[in-house]
């Protein structure tokens, strides 16, 4: 696999930051930016039962040791240093609470807590865009003939944090073809018909579905019949 073998003197549990890229041998996912080697070989976080931790990079080192003083679980996180022939300590892995309880600890003041607000808004970021990607990608399985420009958009509408939209559902987030398919025909409900125009129009909200109902079934039926022509 192009990974060192696992520190010795570093004890705990040891995360690896690899300098190759590596898939996940239970889920296949990857590339990992982060992994647990198992009988040396590669684990996500998720598959190794730390997906929930948060990484804490090196360079405070009060509130690293607060945070695993905190945290029932942590790992050290490292990487491989070539031209030293060593692993080097890139942060620890702990419980988000944990953090936030350290955090508290040691940064009781209001730049602590704007910079907490950063950290948790880069994260959401980076979880929404990674769910939205997942979830158009999920969109083009579905209907392969559905333009990518497009399937992204449905996808970022209904995945909006807080919105309440079908994407930020149970089922949505676990990405079941019910949510996507509903995902799909509210954006073609809206972006491929005139049921916007018939709402303002006066017409009550399900005798516009049924009126324009045809119209969605037959770009749902285009978008799926693409992958068929096509293999075809």
Known sequence: MGIPSTPHPIHGLVVIQPLKHQRCSACR????????LESGAPRCLNCADLGHLV?????????????????????????????????ERQGVLVEEAALVRAEERCLADAEARRRRRARD????????????????A??????????????????????????????RSA???????GAVISAVVAGVRHVDTPYDQLLMSGVSRYEARR????????????WQGAGEEDVG
């Open 171 to 177: 089922a949505g987030r676990a990405l079941s073809e």
């Open 121 to 136: 808004a880069r994260r959401r970021g980076v979880e929404d865009e990674r769910f939205a990607a997942a979830f158009a």
């Open 211 to 222: 009126r324009i109902a045809p119209a969605v079934e037959g770009v749902l039926r285009e």
């Open 29 to 36: 996912r990857g590339p990992l930016s982060l992994l647990v």
């Open 55 to 87: 990484l804490l990079p090196r360079g405070d080192t009060a509130l690293t040791r607060r945070s695993r003083e905190e945290s029932a679980l942590s790992a050290v996180v490292v990487r491989f240093n070539r031209r030293k022939g060593r692993y």
């Open 138 to 167: 999920e969109i083009l399985r579905l209907f392969p003939g559905c333009p990518a420009e497009r399937a992204r958009a449905i996808a970022a509408h209904a995945s909006v944090r807080g919105s309440g939209r079908v994407g």
